[in-house]
């Protein structure tokens, strides 16, 4: 039986009431200057999948990232079993958020991870790029300091059905891979490259979400590159897979 270790909403919420009744000049995580209001709809999400039984010892992946990373989970799950063990967190807030980093915080603390494939951008909640580019920065290191002996890929954000090519996604996806070769991260998963070769009127279910089958298809390369992390051999960018 799959062992999970979830934090309960009731845990979740208790916690983000600590996070926003601190101010910004007491909190380890301050409020970037520009963030617009709260999002309707605020949930965050963490699975650990095979915490005690037998498949506990195989290699423990984590993957870090939003409403794509949470569709494409499953796949990725299916195609690394007998490789790797997962523990998945997902999130609507955005990295520039204090609630973000105190959460990511508590994630890195869990576990000893082997592998850690990193997502986040879609949801910039107002934060200038320059904003966004300091709080990413904070996130990696913070991944890098908690985790010192993990390969760490950063996943590039997917495209807008809509607006293919002046979109804020190709900024933030700029700065992700600038980030990257900063920092020295392990490898970049090319999800925008592969996704822009969809097609536009089959591959979305909206203006952000893709169907079943372009699901698969993000999942398969991000799944490559984290056996090849896993192995030591070089990743893959965006092949059409």
């Known amino acids: 039986m799959i062992m999970r270790v979830c934090f309960t909403l009731l845990i979740t919420i208790l916690s983000l009431r600590v996070v926003a009744e ?19 709809v605020e949930w965050s999400t963490f699975y650990s999948y095979h915490v005690r039984d037998k ?30 063990v997962l523990t998945y967190w997902v999130t609507s807030y955005g990295v520039v958020r204090p609630e973000f980093m105190a959460q990511l915080e508590i994630v890195l603390r869990t576990h000893k991870y082997d592998v850690i494939h990193f997502n986040n951008g879609l949801h910039m909640s107002n934060a200038t790029y320059e904003e966004y580019r300091m709080a990413l920065e904070r996130a990696l290191s913070l991944v890098k300091r908690l985790q010192p002996a993990a390969k760490v890929a950063l996943a590039t954000c997917t495209p807008l059905r809509d607006h293919p090519e002046k979109c804020y996604v190709n900024r933030v996806n700029e700065i992700g891979c600038d980030l990257a070769e900063k920092l020295k991260l ?17 591959a979305w279910k909206d203006e952000a979400h893709f169907t079943p089958e372009s699901q698969k298809r993000l999942a398969a390369l991000a799944a490559e590159n984290i056996r090849k992390l896993l192995s030591g051999s070089a990743v893959a960018g965006s092949g059409d897979k």
């Not at 601190?22 to 309707?40: K, Q, T």
């Open 22 to 40: 601190m101010s910004a000049a007491d909190h380890a995580y301050p409020i970037s200057p520009s963030v617009g209001g709260r999002e309707n």
């Open 55 to 84: 498949e506990k010892g195989l290699p423990r992946v984590l993957l870090v990232g939003d409403s794509i990373t949470q569709s494409i989970r499953s796949h990725v799950e299916s195609l690394l079993k007998g490789k790797a």
């Open 186 to 202: 392990d490898a970049v998963t090319d999800l925008y490259s592969l996704a822009n070769t969809f097609d536009r009127s089959k």
